[in-house]
C-alpha cells in the first residue's frame, strides 16, 4: 500500500507561482511513476505532469510544457510540482498519483495509476 498527500495549493494571481508537493508512505520504494493530474467539475481528470523514475523520464501536457517542472526528493519520499506563469485556466484540483508496477514511459491515462492523493485545490485569479 502506498499513501499520497499533497499540499501547497491556494490562491495565486496570474503570472504568479506555486509549488505542490506531494508525499509518499508506506511501501514508497514500489513507486515506478509519479504522475499529476487535474480536474475541473464537469470535466474529465487530466494528465499534467509524471515522472518515471526507474528510467528517469518526465512527460507533460502540451498546456504546461514549459511552465511547470516535476522534481523528486528520494530523502523526503516526494515530488514536487513547480508551476510558474500560472494562467486561469490552470484553475483545478491538483491530484498526486502514482504506479507501482513496472513501467518504461510515463502513462497518461487515469486508470493506469494505482494510488491517488486526496487532491488540493489551486485557483488562479485574472
Known amino acids: 500500500q502506498v499513501q499520497l498527500v499533497e499540499s501547497g495549493g491556494g490562491l495565486v494571481q496570474a503570472g504568479g507561482s506555486l509549488r505542490l508537493s506531494c508525499t509518499a508512505s508506506g511501501r514508497t520504494s514500489s513507486i515506478y511513476v509519479t504522475g499529476w493530474f487535474r480536474q475541473v467539475p464537469g470535466k474529465e481528470r487530466e494528465f499534467v505532469a509524471g515522472?518515471?523514475?526507474?528510467?528517469?523520464?518526465?512527460s507533460y501536457s502540451d498546456s504546461v510544457k514549459g511552465r511547470f517542472t516535476i522534481s523528486r526528493d528520494n530523502v523526503r519520499n516526494t515530488v514536487y510540482l513547480q508551476m510558474n506563469s500560472l494562467k486561469p485556466e490552470d484553475t483545478a484540483v491538483y491530484y498526486c498519483?502514482?504506479?507501482?508496477?513496472?513501467?518504461?514511459?510515463?502513462?497518461?491515462?487515469?486508470?493506469?495509476?494505482?494510488?491517488w492523493g486526496q487532491g488540493t485545490q489551486v485557483t488562479v485569479s485574472s
Open positions: 515522472g518515471n523514475w526507474n528510467s528517469g523520464r518526465t
Open positions: 498519483t502514482a504506479v507501482t508496477r513496472h513501467r518504461v514511459v510515463v502513462p497518461s491515462q487515469p486508470a493506469e495509476y494505482d494510488y
